[in-house]
């Protein structure tokens, strides 16, 4: 079995100033890095600047599909938007397709209220599943996301959210594994 | 009882070259000027030039604002890209809050396949709701969306969709001037 | 305009051993009973007694179905299984169909976890809509719903939940006096 | 490598009389008993007689549950039934939890519409996630289901569907075979 460590890049979905989802993403990166085995990036959509004139394929930005082709999971870092995900990201993942088959995902969802954007996952949910990738079953949930961290972007409660993503990667590293191993040995 | 007409903008949902459903939205367009009692407005989000580097109010368009403001309903022309609705859709349309509070929305979904984008529909409901729009129960659903119109933009089977539309607008006009009346005459 | 009270039944939507909802759906009948102008109805599907063996329109109950002819607007007070709606619910509600047709509907999801039920919810949003309902923009959100009562079904912090559901109630009595209005003075 | 035969059995998801599914679970049944390394079985929901008054856990089949502790793999074939899943399936789904973490499934859809009931699919997959499935990401879609069958039940255009649903297998049995290999090979 293919020993080469997993590649696993946190995806900070969305471009909004004053964002709070930019401490989770960076919270959840460092809890990534420590895990043995798994080899990460972090990803800002902020900085692909993906134009807002065309979409889909037609505006492929190649380092992006390259990190995207060589993952074998995602970490997407997403708030909510009236119960939706953030225009920007669906706009940048729209830009891959063959890139994300058969890859795993997990979801942090971040919102300012206190249904920690579970309604925001709900709503990526058929999106991840078209574009071939497998949605784990935990989740990371950031509820009251502007709170949640110091001014330094440490965050408070730091034993029960290490503890939960702890979990939630346990998830997404397995099934970054098992499909690995799919694509690579099961032919279809 | 208010006799004004109705003011109901027809809203092109996508920026994409090539774009199928710049078609739809101008046919949709012609029925809705047809309609006796009703005012009307072509809105392509290509044009309104939002910013990709922020999000949400920050980045309001006057003009699109005001005339979110004064609509009594809105069509929607938005194609389904990944089950989903296009990123760029949502980043104009999360510009806007209580301009939209308590009017009706009519969706025409707008797909490449045979499913007359039902899942993009789905999708964008709990959005629909979460911005204060009323969802109407009746879609236009136009499948295989390339092959519908002519070199001309004219449609092949007229006929059919006139009748469609005219169901689906029915129930908006229906449900824009329901909602009119209760806001300038029942109190919360 | 029409000054007979709205009809406005409270649902409980669950037939389970031991739910917690229905201590919400009491609370919830409580304060709607409260209202001015509204009366009110307490549902327990459990009494409904459907049969299992058919669905749809063939098993309609013939009492169910009168009360949601008569019925102005409707609370259901729903929990979360496994993300979606109870399945028995369902069995109930697709046994009407022209009964519910521009109506007002408001759900109180009802969740052992932290994330008030917000995922049935959203789940239920595409049902509620075929129906020919109009789904409001407020919910009742009762996580931990098994600690939020006490062993009479008294709720712990009563000037809260007390306050939330007046926010909802305003808002559901308002859409179902406006479209009662639609349905008695505006024709199709 | 595991080379036991997978077992993938076809759920028929609906108690309805007249539901044209039957003829599209037999259908599917046929095309996946073909299958090599594949095992199945033929479940009819209405055979299970679940109790109406209780829900969950509780109310366990130990047949049904032990035939999904053994699956790798399930069909779900499902009408919708006002866009949503019928209530019995969910309430039948609900009895089981860790039986199906770590398998695959497939849905088919079917409709009387013609929109090959996608819109049931969009709202049962988080039920699936939840439930531990991973939804692949081809699914049948049996449209305009009652005309689609002669009257012993045999399909009009065997070709098409046959096509059709082997790519769908292909990708049930791939995933089945993967996360088999994962459920027993790969620790959490």
């Not at 959509?45 to 807002?52: A, H, Q």
């Given at each position: 079995m293919n020993t080469r460590p997993l590649f696993i890049p946190v995806i900070l979905g969305t471009v909004r100033q004053g964002r709070a989802s930019e401490n989770v993403a960076k919270f959840v990166f460092e809890q990534v890095k420590k895990r043995e085995g798994v080899e990460t990036e972090f990803v800002d959509?902020?900085?692909?600047?993906?134009?807002?004139h065309d979409a889909g394929e037609?505006?492929?930005?190649t380092s992006f599909s390259q990190l995207c082709e060589r993952a074998d999971g995602l970490v997407l870092v997403v708030p909510e938007y009236n119960h939706g995900y953030p225009g920007m990201l669906k706009h940048v993942l729209d830009s891959n397709l063959k890139e994300y088959i058969h890859k795993a995902v997990g979801i942090c969802g971040v919102s300012?209220?206190?249904?920690?954007?579970t309604r925001m996952i709900e709503n990526l949910l058929p999106v991840m599943r078209e574009l071939g990738l497998v949605t784990i079953f935990w989740d990371g949930n950031f509820s009251g996301?502007?709170?949640?961290?110091?001014?330094?972007?440490?965050?408070?409660?730091e034993e029960t959210y290490v503890k939960r993503i702890d979990k939630f990667l346990g998830e997404l590293v397995w099934m970054s594994k098992v499909l690995r191993y799919g694509r690579e040995n099961i032919s279809l």
């Open positions: 959509i902020r900085e692909l600047k993906f134009p807002g037609q505006i492929k930005d300012a209220g206190g249904f920690g954007a996301a502007q709170k949640l961290f110091d001014e330094n972007g440490a965050i408070h409660d």
